[in-house]
């Protein structure tokens, strides 16, 4: 019996790392071929060697090349949306779980069902009408056409729903009758035992902002409003022949999406965790 244990934890160990080996063999062909010169990126590409990873000659010319062109203004605008739609995101769809999962109200469970039916419905099928409708109120071309979109999040309701059902009614009771309103018992009772929730919510908006591609891209056209994305979409079609400075911005804005990821990640596996579970 120890012997199949044995075997079976040895088994499961190759698995995971044969596919972390896969998944991550392409973010670090990408960070090693930043170091390199345009003449030497592909010349191991067609043999599998250490070569393929290893440069021949290090370079950090490819990020000077970066640093002096329009990423890092980007990056400061990725930076200002997804924290501004982090704070204000937080904010109101813990405000409308709270409300969900404690007040009894009409049409409450239709309600929760058009929270659900939100995050199930494909953003692309509604990005014409919403589109027109940031035209409409004149804030096209503009960070906050980024912000404002994103804010409402039907998976972070959700989430803060879930966790606000479970909190113990005697507490709220407890703080109810020590007159405590609504608001005090939301800010002082539920938002501080909820933390896992807000850090795994938190992860979800900046990466989820951060990585946005297609929004952007619909609804920005000046240079002073490019997100980090879109700068790296805009300088590979100007420099088509230019590798090693794309794979140097890639692997920036990488890095910034992968840190937060790394420090966050056990509460946001323990919020989704306790979300499935309760």
């Known amino acids: 019996m120890r012997r199949r244990n044995w075997l079976l934890f040895v088994a499961r160990g190759l698995s995971l790392l044969t596919v972390a080996a896969v998944m991550l063999f392409p973010l670090v062909w990408m960070a090693m071929t930043s ?7 592909f010349r191991h590409a067609s043999v599998l060697s250490w070569h393929s990873f290893i440069p021949e000659a290090w370079t950090v010319q490819n990020y000077a090349k970066v640093f002096r062109g329009d990423l890092p203004r980007a990056m400061a605008n990725s930076g200002i949306v997804a924290a501004a739609t982090l704070v204000l995101g937080v904010l109101f769809n813990s405000l ?15 309600a929760f069902a058009l929270v659900i039916v939100s995050f199930l419905m494909p953003f692309e099928a509604i990005v014409l009408p ?3 409708v940031v035209r409409a ?3 096209n071309d503009t960070l906050w ?20 059902r479970n ?3 005697e507490l709220i009771e407890a703080a109810r009758v020590d007159g405590a309103g609504w608001l005090t018992i939301y800010a002082r009772i539920a938002m501080p035992l909820s933390l896992p929730t807000v850090a795994g919510a938190s992860l979800v908006m900046f990466v989820h902002q951060w990585e946005a591609f297609f929004w952007p891209l619909v609804v920005i056209s000046s240079p002073e409003n490019v997100v980090a994305q879109l700068s790296i979409a805009r300088s590979a079609a100007a420099e088509a022949n230019d590798w090693g400075a794309m794979m140097a911005g890639t692997t920036l804005v990488t ?3 992968v840190l937060p990821f790394l420090a966050l990640q056990r509460h946001y596996v323990a919020s989704v965790a306790g979300a499935g579970l309760k």
């Open 130 to 132: 919403l589109h027109a």
């Open 35 to 41: 170091f390199r010169a345009n003449s030497e990126v």
């Open 255 to 257: 890095v910034v999406a």
């Open 96 to 110: 409308a779980g709270f409300a969900l999962a404690l007040f009894e109200f009409p049409l409450r469970r239709l």
């Open 167 to 169: 909190l113990p009614r």
């Open 137 to 139: 109120i004149g804030l």
């Open 145 to 164: 056409a980024l912000i404002l979109v994103e804010v409402g999040n039907g998976v972070i309701v959700f989430l803060f729903v879930v966790f606000f």
